[in-house]
C-alpha cells in the first residue's frame, strides 16, 4: 500500500524548470524536498503541522478527524505544505494535474525565499525538523515515566498557555540587572530627613534614634516597592519556566511548547505578506514562463480560487499579492515621495509616471525586512483600500449581525493593524509574583478595547494556577469596568478594582 | 498499516467517549441527540474539548473585510455565525463528533453497566449471504476483473514471448478473461422486533410523551446493537388500539377513554401474525400514566400477559409515565398480580431525569 513519495521523472523535470525560473527572477531559497503524498497522508502531516515527527498528542489526531471529513465532504483541499526549515519539507498531492503540481511549485518556491531571507524568520530554528523529533523523544520518555494520562494533561495545562510569549522578544536583548541595581542603592543610600542646625544642636535637633527608625521604615517602603518580576514581562511562558515550582519533566515539556510557540510565531507576523510574496510568484512563474496553453483555463480557476474572498474575511493571499503589485507599479512609475504626495491634480496623478523601473528592486527589499503591520502601515494606501474595497464591519446588536461600518481609510487601517497586532490575540504581562505578599501571581490584560472571551480566561486561569500552583489573578476589563479575575485553586472570584 | 497518526486519533476518540460518558445523564435528560441522528450515527455537540486560551470575545471585536455594499449592510452568514476570522483562526463553534450509534450503545452500556443479551433459544435461524471472494475462468461479463485480465495477458505475452517493453501493449484475449465469482455463506442470525405500545389518551401530555420518546431512543440504540436484524412497531391506544408509524407514534394525540387490554390484545395479533416466538426475540414496551378503566379490564389484561406475551416475550417491561391526571394504578394491579415474574418489569419514570435509572431497570437483566 505504501507508494514511493519520491517525485515521478516527469514531475522532477517540472521541479528542475520551475527551479529555474525561480532562480531566473532572483529568488534565493533553500534547498526544497516535495515529496508525493495521498490526501490522506497529506492531511497527516497538515494535521501535525507538516512535520514528520512530532510529540503525541490528542490533538493532532482531532485536527486529522476534521481534514479528513472536510475533505471527504469536499469542504477544503489542501492545495501546499510547506515548512521553514533547511532544506525546505514540501509536499505535492499524488492526484492533482500537472498544472496544479506546476502551480504548488512556484508558489513553495516563493514561500522558500521568503524563510531564507525576510529578518523575521532570521531567529527560527532551520533545524526544526530535527528539533521537533527531539521534543518528541523527550516527551515520550516523559510518558514512559509518568504515564500518559499525566503527561497528557500537563501537555493540556501548557498549550493552554502556549500564546502568552512576546513575539518580538527574539529581535532584542534586554537586560533587567539595572533596575535591580537601582533599588540595591537606593536602600543603601536611604537615610532618615535631617534638619538643618548648629553643630552643638545636631543631637537634639536630629536625634539619631530617630533617624535610625525612619530610615528602616524607608527600606521597609522601598522594598515593598520592590516587584518581582522588576518590570512587567510579556513572556510570561518563559516566567514561568524559570521560576514556575515545576518538577523536571513539566519543566521540560512546557519549555517545549515554548519553543515550539515561539518558532511558529513569525508565521503568524508574517501571514500576509508570506502568502502575498508566493502567490506573486507562482503568478508571474506561471504566466510568463512555465504555463502551457492547454492549462490556461485550470491555472486561472485555481488562481482565482485561491485569491477568492468572502464577506468578512480578509484572505491573505489576495491582499498580499495586490500589496505587492501596487507597490511595485508605484516604485516603478514613481508614484512615491513627498512631490507625489503633494499632488492634488487627480489627472496628473493618474498619468504620473517618472519611469524609475525600481518596482522588482523594491519589493524584493520589501520581503526582507517588513512585517505584516510595518508592511501594511507602510504600503496600504488609500487609494489601494479604495480599490481593494476595504471595509471595517462591527457587530449590529439589533439585528444580530455583522454590519459594514465604515469605508473611511483611517479606520479601515487602523482596525487592520489593530487585528494583527500581537497577531491577533491579547496582551498579557505578568508584573508581579508576590501579589499579596502572598507569593500569588498576578498577570494584567493589556487592554485596547476588546473584552476577552470570559469563559475561556477562567478555565485557562485554572491551568496557570495548576503551574503556579498558588492563587492566580488576572486584571482585565469588563463592561468597562476594571476587574481582578482571581482563581485560588477551589473557586473563582471576581472583583471591581476602583 | 499502521498510521502515524493513529494513537492519536484513537486518543482523541477515547476523550470523545470519555467526555460523552460524563455526560449521558445530561444528553439522555436533554433529549439533543434525538434530532442530531443521521442513518448509522449521531452527532453529538462537545462543547469543553477544546484548549482555552486568552483570546477575544468575537462578538465585540469586529474586523475588517473586503467586498461590495454600502454602510450598514449585514455580510453573508459566514461572519455572522461562526465569527469573522474564519479559516486559520480556532473559532468558536462547537465541536461536533459523530459517533456511530453501535459506539453510542457501547457507551450506554459502560455507563449503565449492562449485560449483553442472550438472545432466547438455543437455535439461531441461519441466513445465507453472497460474498464475493473468488476469481474464475468464466463468468458474466459484468463481473470481469479487469485487473487479473490484463495480469493474465500480460503472463501469457511474457512466456509466449510477444511482450515489448518498448512498445508495451498488452491485449487480453478470450483465455484470458478472468471473472469474479461468488460463494454463498451460511450465518447465523439473530432476529428480534420491539413492539412500542403507548396509551394516548388524553392525560398523556406532552412531556410524558416526550418522555417516551426518549427512553424508546436509547432503547433501540442498546438492542440494535444486540441484534443484527431488528424490526419496530409501534402500537397506540385509547379505547382502542392501532398499529401505527413512528412519526404518528409519538406526536399524535388523542382524548378519551383507556383500554389498556385493546393494546396488548393487538401485539398479541401482531405478534401471531409477523413474529413467530420460536423465530424471534420480542421486546415488548408499554407506557402508560397507569389509568385504565375499570377492573373488568385490567383482569383481561393480566389474562393476555399469562397466556400469551410474557410467554412469548424475552422481557416484558411496562414503564409507568407520571402525569398530572393519571392514577397510577395500573402498575400497582401487576405488582400484585404478578409478585415476582422474571420476565415482567416494571419501571417507574417521575421525570426526565429518571430515564437513565429506568432504562438500566429495562435492560440490566440481560435478556
Redesign the interface.
Known amino acids: 500500500m505504501f507508494e514511493s513519495r519520491t517525485l515521478t521523472p516527469r514531475l522532477e523535470e517540472l521541479r528542475r524548470t520551475i527551479r529555474g525560473h525561480a532562480v531566473e527572477f532572483g529568488l534565493d531559497f533553500f534547498d526544497v524536498i516535495f515529496e508525493l503524498v495521498d490526501y490522506d497522508e497529506m492531511n497527516m502531516i497538515a494535521s501535525y503541522g507538516g512535520f514528520p515527527t512530532r510529540y503525541p498528542h490528542w490533538r493532532f489526531g482531532m485536527q486529522f478527524e476534521e481534514l479528513q471529513k472536510s475533505y471527504s465532504y469536499g469542504l477544503s483541499k489542501i492545495y501546499e505544505l510547506v515548512i521553514n526549515n533547511d532544506p525546505c519539507y514540501a509536499y505535492l498531492m499524488r492526484a492533482n494535474p500537472e498544472v496544479d503540481q506546476k502551480l504548488v511549485m512556484a508558489h513553495v518556491y516563493g514561500h522558500s525565499d521568503f524563510f531564507k531571507n525576510n529578518y523575521w524568520f532570521s531567529k527560527t530554528n532551520r533545524k526544526m525538523v530535527d528539533t521537533m523529533a527531539n521534543h518528541a523523544v523527550l516527551v515520550r520518555r516523559a510518558i514512559d515515566r509518568y504515564g500518559l494520562d499525566e503527561v497528557e494533561q500537563w501537555i493540556d495545562v501548557c498549550l493552554s498557555l502556549e500564546n502568552l510569549i512576546d513575539p518580538h522578544a527574539p529581535y532584542f536583548r534586554e537586560s533587567t540587572k539595572q533596575s535591580e541595581e537601582s533599588i540595591e542603592e537606593q536602600k543603601f543610600a536611604t537615610h532618615g530627613t535631617k534638619f538643618k542646625t548648629k553643630p552643638y544642636m545636631e543631637g537634639f535637633v536630629n536625634p539619631p534614634e530617630v533617624l535610625k527608625r525612619e530610615r528602616e521604615q524607608r527600606i521597609k517602603a522601598l522594598e515593598k516597592e520592590e516587584r518581582f518580576p522588576a518590570k512587567p514581562q510579556r513572556d510570561v511562558l518563559s516566567f514561568l519556566v524559570e521560576n514556575a515550582p515545576l518538577k523536571r519533566w513539566q519543566r521540560e515539556i512546557l519549555a517545549v511548547v515554548r519553543d515550539e510557540a515561539y518558532y511558529f510565531a513569525p508565521q503568524a507576523m508574517t501571514k500576509i505578506m508570506n502568502e502575498g510574496w508566493a502567490s506573486y510568484w507562482h503568478s508571474k512563474i506561471m504566466t510568463t514562463r512555465a504555463l502551457d496553453a492547454s492549462e490556461v483555463i485550470d491555472y486561472a480557476d485555481h488562481h482565482s480560487g485561491t485569491l477568492g474572498t468572502r464577506p468578512g474575511v480578509i484572505n491573505p493571499y489576495k491582499i498580499g499579492i495586490e500589496l505587492f503589485r501596487d507597490i511595485e507599479e508605484r516604485w516603478n512609475t514613481g508614484r512615491f515621495g513627498p512631490e507625489y504626495d503633494a499632488c492634488d491634480d487627480y489627472r496628473a496623478r493618474q498619468r504620473w509616471d517618472k519611469k524609475l523601473g525600481l518596482g522588482r528592486e523594491k519589493i524584493f527589499e520589501v520581503r526582507k525586512i517588513y512585517n505584516d503591520i510595518t508592511f501594511i502601515d507602510e504600503f496600504l494606501t488609500q487609494d489601494f483600500c479604495e480599490r481593494a474595497q476595504l471595509f471595517t464591519y462591527k457587530f449590529d446588536r439589533h439585528s444580530g449581525n455583522y454590519v459594514i461600518d465604515s469605508r473611511e481609510f483611517q479606520e479601515v487601517k487602523g482596525k487592520l493593524l489593530d487585528s494583527l497586532a500581537n497577531m491577533g490575540r491579547p496582551v498579557i504581562l505578568v508584573d508581579d509574583a508576590n501579589f499579596k505578599n502572598r507569593g500569588e501571581l498576578h498577570l494584567t490584560h493589556d487592554y485596547q478595547g476588546v473584552p476577552l472571551k470570559l469563559d475561556y480566561a477562567r478555565a485557562t486561569l485554572e491551568n496557570l494556577h495548576k503551574v503556579w500552583t498558588r492563587g492566580v489573578h488576572l486584571e482585565t476589563q469588563v463592561d468597562g469596568k476594571k476587574k481582578l479575575l482571581s482563581f485560588g485553586g477551589t473557586r473563582h472570584e471576581e472583583k471591581v478594582l476602583g | 498499516?499502521v498510521?502515524?497518526?493513529d494513537?492519536?486519533?484513537?486518543?482523541?476518540?477515547?476523550?470523545v467517549r470519555g467526555k460523552i460518558r460524563e455526560n449521558l445523564k445530561h444528553y439522555i435528560s436533554r433529549g439533543e441527540l434525538i434530532a442530531r441522528q443521521g442513518k448509522n450515527s449521531v452527532s453529538v455537540p462537545l462543547p469543553q474539548?477544546d484548549?482555552?486560551?486568552?483570546?477575544?470575545?468575537?462578538?465585540?471585536?469586529?474586523?475588517?473585510?473586503?467586498?461590495?455594499?454600502?454602510?450598514?449592510?449585514?455580510?453573508?452568514g459566514?461572519?455572522?455565525e461562526g465569527g469573522?476570522?474564519?479559516?486559520?483562526?480556532p473559532g468558536?463553534h462547537i465541536?461536533e463528533?459523530?459517533v456511530s450509534l453501535a459506539e453510542l450503545a457501547e457507551i450506554l452500556g459502560e455507563e449503565l453497566e449492562l449485560p449483553r443479551i442472550e438472545p432466547k433459544g438455543t437455535e439461531s435461524i441461519h441466513t445465507t449471504k453472497e460474498r464475493y471472494t473468488g476469481i474464475h475462468k468464466s463468468g458474466p461479463e459484468s463481473l470481469r476483473h479487469f485487473k487479473r485480465t490484463f495480469k493474465q495477458a500480460l503472463k501469457r505475452q511474457i512466456q509466449t514471448g510477444h511482450y515489448d517493453p518498448d512498445n508495451p501493449v498488452i491485449v487480453p484475449t478470450r483465455v484470458d478473461r478472468r471473472y469474479r465469482s461468488w460463494k454463498t455463506l451460511s450465518v447465523p442470525q439473530s432476529n428480534a422486533v420491539i413492539i412500542y405500545m403507548m396509551d394516548v389518551s388524553g392525560s398523556m401530555g406532552n412531556e410524558q410523551k416526550e418522555i417516551v420518546r426518549i427512553e424508546s431512543f436509547w432503547l433501540d440504540t442498546w438492542l440494535k446493537s444486540q441484534y443484527e436484524n431488528i424490526e419496530t412497531r409501534y402500537i397506540i391506544h385509547d379505547a382502542a388500539a392501532r398499529v401505527v408509524d413512528a412519526h404518528t407514534f409519538f406526536h399524535i394525540r388523542e382524548s378519551g377513554g383507556t383500554k389498556i387490554s385493546s393494546a396488548y390484545k393487538l401485539a398479541k395479533e401482531v405478534i401471531e401474525r409477523e413474529f413467530p416466538p420460536s423465530e424471534w426475540n420480542i421486546y415488548p414496551f408499554h407506557f402508560s400514566d397507569g389509568d385504565n378503566w375499570g377492573g373488568d379490564d385490567t383482569s383481561l389484561c393480566m389474562n393476555l400477559l399469562t397466556e400469551h406475551l410474557l410467554p412469548w416475550s424475552n422481557i416484558f417491561c411496562y414503564g409507568q409515565v407520571k402525569s398530572a391526571y393519571g392514577s397510577g394504578q395500573f402498575i400497582k394491579d401487576l405488582r400484585e398480580a404478578f409478585p415476582s415474574h422474571e420476565r415482567l418489569i416494571l419501571s417507574e419514570i417521575n421525570s426526565r431525569d429518571e430515564i437513565l435509572s429506568s432504562l438500566k431497570t429495562f435492560l440490566g437483566k440481560g435478556k
Open positions: 498499516m498510521r502515524r497518526v494513537p492519536d486519533s484513537r486518543r482523541f476518540r477515547d476523550i474539548i484548549i482555552p486560551n486568552f483570546r477575544f470575545g468575537k462578538t465585540e471585536q469586529g474586523g475588517v473585510g473586503q467586498g461590495p455594499g454600502a454602510e450598514g449592510t449585514p455580510l453573508g459566514e461572519a455572522a469573522p476570522e474564519a479559516g486559520d483562526q468558536d465541536l463528533v459523530d
